[in-house]
């Protein structure tokens, strides 16, 4: 596979004029309007979280694809903590990635299966429908106030859910959900956690299908997916209070490059983030008049174990302090209209 191609890369435009549009955009976008409209009229602030890793896949009719490798750890988390702090959240995730409250229970930190206990009845006529299954008492303590908080969340219709796959549903969706969160004006926020791939398979290059072994080695040029953070902030959600997520393996590349992207993009926050570390420390990059300002969020390792809190041990989360911080820079942002 190259790396490096002469090309020049796809501006927005021409990157949506070559991919096709996800099926159910319309009806998404619809749903997304809705939910916008009734958190806008009862004057609640909006936040759009993005989490989890697109695919990019090498087969119109596809059976092989290139992915990542984000859990939706980060977005998940944060959703909570956003509507712990008031917020109704637009959760856009990668499909069967990690979701807000459900995560706690996931299959592989704690299979819910494992939670269970089965009570025969014992009456001589009982049948399997006189069998109760109960929550083992243990894990009472931590589950309920999930459950809680879940159940709270959805009778109130504070979470919308959206999912996405590929690298061309997710940019679809980005553009069409930024532009509807333009109603909200300041009230909008756009946490944009997810792990979005730099390079793409342009459909005119794409064989319709399963690429056939027996040639020797495979060779595939892929372009460079455009840096779309440019046209959220500048066209298509402008009004908006935008957070972007700097991902290395360097951690000495962090914050310049951080402070690159407020500086090219004008944007509110960036925070950076080493692969190694990630659920630890974490650095926020604000720009302040011609200087930066960076803060360093830490907390104790021995604290964070994603989803360790579901049996029943009290974890702290990076995300509590992230989510804490931004709400206040959010709201002094609204402030200075
Ligand atoms: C992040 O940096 C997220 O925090 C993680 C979260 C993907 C590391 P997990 O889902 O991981 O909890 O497993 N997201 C943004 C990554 C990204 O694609 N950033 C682009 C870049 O670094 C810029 S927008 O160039």
Known sequence: ???????????????????????????????????????RDAGRRVVLITSGGTTVPLEMNVVRFLDNFSAGTRGATSAEYFLKAGYAVIFMHRQF????????????????????????????????????????????????????????????????????????????????????????????????????SDFFLPRNKMSEHKIQSGKGSLIIEMDQVP??????????AREGFVVSFKLETDAALLVPKAQAALERYGHQVVIGND????????STSTKRGEGFETAWLRIDP??????????????????????????GRHGRWIERG
């Open 97 to 196: 990635s990690l979701q807000p409250f459900s995560r706690h229970y996931s299959h592989s930190t704690h299979p819910f299966l494992d939670f269970l206990e089965v009570h025969p009845s014992s009456a001589p006529d009982a049948t399997i429908a006189d069998t109760e299954v109960k929550v083992t008492q243990r894990v009472v303590p931590a589950l309920l106030p999930i459950l809680d908080a879940y159940k709270r969340t959805m009778s109130e219709g504070l979470l919308h859910m959206l999912t996405f796959v590929t690298v061309d549903d997710y940019l679809y969706l980005l553009r069409g959900v930024s532009k509807e969160m333009g109603v909200l004006g300041r009230n909008g926020m756009l946490y944009l956690a997810a792990a979005v």
């Open 1 to 39: 596979m190259s790396s490096a191609s002469s090309q020049e890369p796809f501006s927005a435009e021409a990157y949506f004029a070559s991919q096709s549009p996800p099926a159910n955009l319309a009806d998404d976008l619809q749903r997304v309007k809705e939910f916008i409209a009734k958190h």
């Open 302 to 327: 021995a604290l964070t174990t994603p989803g360790a809190g579901a049996g029943g041990r009290e974890v702290k989360e990076i995300e509590e302090d992230i989510v804490k911080e931004l709400e």
């Open 227 to 236: 840096k779309v953070l440019k046209p959220v902030v500048a066209e298509w």
């Open 275 to 282: 692969l190694q570390t990630r659920n630890r420390p974490t």
